[in-house]
């Protein structure tokens, strides 16, 4: 049974930094593509980022680009968002993704098989 947990969320202020870290269970982490979605109240899930299984093709979504950088440790099973200069509209829920396949090629919802609980990350201003 594939487990994926992220921890990290939390309150920050407008220009603050957090980290998100996700870990998996039951999964090829090495051989396997991961990244991170996110979903705001009443608005749909949205893909931020994606690292290929070797984390040297990576994905940004255009809003975070800049400000956010995805990065995994393939030996500790663990996957990292650095989030810097937050925004309040950068306010959701966190939800790290786990592929079936090696590459993030588009990353859409449909691509992602497993989900981890999601973690809230809330930027005030």
């Known amino acids: 049974q594939v487990q994926v947990i992220e921890s990290g969320g939390g309150l920050v202020q407008a220009g603050g930094s957090l980290r998100l870290s996700c870990t998996t269970s039951?999964?090829?982490?090495?051989?396997?593509?991961m990244g991170w979605f996110r979903q705001a109240p009443g608005k749909e899930r949205e893909r931020v980022s994606c690292?290929?299984?070797?984390?040297?093709?990576?994905y940004y979504e255009d809003s975070v680009k800049g400000r956010f950088t995805i990065t995994r440790d393939n030996a500790k099973n663990t996957l990292y968002l650095q989030m810097n200069s937050l925004k309040p509209e950068d306010t959701a829920m966190y939800y790290c993704?786990?592929?079936?396949?090696?590459?993030?090629?588009?990353?859409?919802?449909?691509?992602?098989?497993?989900w981890g609980q999601g973690t809230q990350v809330t930027v005030s201003t």
């Open positions: 993704a786990a592929k079936a396949s090696r590459l993030c090629s588009s990353f859409p919802l449909s691509d992602v098989p497993y």
């Open positions: 039951g999964l090829t982490f090495d051989d396997s593509a």
């Open positions: 690292s290929n299984w070797q984390g040297d093709s990576i």
